[in-house]
């Protein structure tokens, strides 16, 4: 795939819903390292990335008519494809491991091991880490909700908190990170 | 970032819409989003980066051809012109052997017409499509296979399953392909895929009433007790 011409994203969008193919070598080149990250921050084998990414360029190709600019930017739209593609395999890998997937339990004991008092861990990249770097009450609610997929109802049982609770802190979770972010 | 509940996220989409500030909030939060994500990025390992071109370039290559023949098309109005010229000053030589061609023709198309038959969906298989009281479900493919697609018809009063094979690669002699219905988890085998058949639809039958998903995985011929889940080759779900 050579990539020799560079798109701004409406002319990008648009000549994707064209079906032009040197629009969706632009996209997979200009693209690929951050939907990698993505994929890695909730599935860290890397083995299943390759299915996750093929699976999901996939999708966003198929489906690039369902894109709405009014809803939100091209990339955003990429990394939430990305993300339930990513969170739906690793569900699905755990099912087929004969794993209850709808056990809480599981997230109970995995939030605790991550909230360590003994800083970031080393293996964290990209925004897994900086989400880390919050408050543990923040990063608790981002952890579960963004990288596993859980619920906001299914968030506030793992913690044992009031559901509002778990609302004002996603809030000041996402206010925390753009602050990071700037 | 998928963190809000459907009800939130309408009523985001409502009020962004009337109120330009709030619109203007998350395109900045968007912004500051994506160029976090891209300046802290890992860069993808050569073996994947490969691994996805490989896989992907399948699924570009239609749009790639529709191109090509967009962009050959003047050349190839010059080119006919061409050919019909020459085609004139050769006919007179070439008629023994256009008949010995035509003759050959004949033949193949013989056995083409044999084959095209299978092709095109007999006019019964049709009321299968047009039956309300059937589920329709959409297998597509899994891993490396992501461009397999088949679709499945499942008439829950009868127990059978009508299966029209989009694109799957035949099986070797030495293995079968064979459907799974998955009930409360635990798979459960439908039986082997005829997949010599083509252009019509595969009946099978006994699906279990209460099976929510289905894989069709590749096995050793006859079939396996338990399914090879490394060899999935489509899944699907109602």
């Known amino acids: 795939m050579n990539n020799q011409t560079t798109y701004t994203e409406n002319a990008l969008v648009r000549s994707l819903k064209e079906r032009n193919n040197e629009a969706f070598t632009y996209l997979y080149e200009n693209y690929k390292n951050a939907l990698y990250t993505v994929v890695i921050q909730v599935i860290p084998e890397s083995e299943s990335a390759v299915d996750v990414l093929q699976e999901a360029f996939i999708t966003i190709w198929k489906n690039i008519e369902k894109y709405d600019h009014s809803k939100g930017r091209l990339f955003t739209w990429m990394v939430k494809v990305v993300r339930n593609i990513a969170i739906n395999h690793r569900r699905s890998k755990y099912f087929q491991q004969g794993q209850k997937n709808d056990s809480l339990d599981l997230y109970v004991s995995y939030i605790e091991n991550s909230a360590s008092d003994n800083g970031i861990p080393i293996n964290l990249i990209g925004l897994r880490k900086q989400v880390h770097a919050l408050k543990k009450e923040h990063m608790q609610v981002l952890e579960l909700g963004y990288f596993n997929g859980l619920t906001q109802e299914e968030i506030s049982k793992v913690l044992d908190i009031p559901l509002g609770t778990v609302k004002t802190r996603i809030r000041n979770a996402i206010i925390e990170l753009r602050k990071n972010f700037s | 970032m998928g963190l809000c509940t459907s009800e939130e996220k309408a009523e985001l989409e409502s009020l962004r819409v009337q109120y330009p500030e709030l619109e203007k909030a998350i395109t900045e939060y968007e912004v500051s989003f994506e160029q976090n994500l891209m300046n802290t990025a890992e860069t993808i390992p050569a073996s994947v980066d490969i691994a996805l071109k490989k896989g992907l370039s399948e699924l570009v290559q239609p749009a790639g051809r529709i191109y090509d023949i967009q962009a050959n098309y003047k050349k190839r109005n010059k080119l006919i012109y061409a050919v019909a010229a020459a085609s004139l000053v050769l006919l007179c030589c070439s008629l023994f052997y256009n008949y010995k061609l035509y003759q050959l023709q004949q033949n193949t198309g013989a056995l083409l017409t044999k084959s095209r038959t299978l092709e095109t969906l007999p006019p019964g298989d049709y009321k299968i499509l047009n039956d309300p009281s059937i589920t329709p479900i959409a297998m597509y493919g899994v891993g490396s296979h992501a461009i397999c697609r088949c679709t499945m018809f499942w008439d829950k009063r009868t127990g059978k399953v009508y299966i029209i094979l989009h ?51 590749l096995e050793n011929a006859g079939g396996a007790l338990t399914p090879t889940e490394s060899e999935a080759y489509l899944r699907g779900k109602i």
């Open chain 2, 167 to 217: 694109h799957l690669p035949f099986s070797s002699d030495s293995k079968d392909y064979q459907l799974w219905a998955y009930v409360n988890g635990k798979a459960v085998s439908v039986g082997i895929v005829k997949d010599e058949i083509r252009g019509r639809f595969i009946e099978m039958q006994n699906i279990p009433a209460d099976a929510i998903s289905f894989s069709i995985t």
